[in-house]
């Protein structure tokens, strides 16, 4: 599990552990940001154990209409809806491969279907991982 709010990631760990019997890994990352994700697969790689899931659902939208948006809010949808999720699904496809089994899971929106006006970019964003994940797929 990875996620920004230590202690919402906790809970959760906790949640899941108590609910399923399944320790999961928890890492505290901003995923907006390439150092940081750059940091997360490096801690992965170095990661001893075996890993059979991952699941992208990190990811944020705007209503505010594009051409009012602030520019750096732009960058950070985009780093985290796309490139974020691009960088970790890549990983963990080849993670997976080499070890002979894995499923790597990404929640898009039903945004994606759509033009969505005033959520241009998110339904966009969206968009672009739902071909992605169908193409790979293949």
Known sequence: LIARDEKNLAAVASEILDKYKLEPVTMSADLSD?????????????????IEYAVNNAGFGDTTPFIDCDPSSLDEMIELNVRAVVRITH???????SQGSGR????????AFQPTPYFALYGSSKSMILNLDQAINE
Not at 34 to 50: D, I, K, M, T
Not at 104 to 111: E, G, L, P, Y
């Open 91 to 97: 990983f963990f496809s080849n993670r997976f491969r």
């Open 34 to 50: 390439r150092a940081s994700v750059n940091h997360l697969l490096a801690q992965f790689e170095a990661f001893p154990g075996r």
């Open 104 to 111: 790597v899971m990404n929640v898009s929106s039903t945004a």
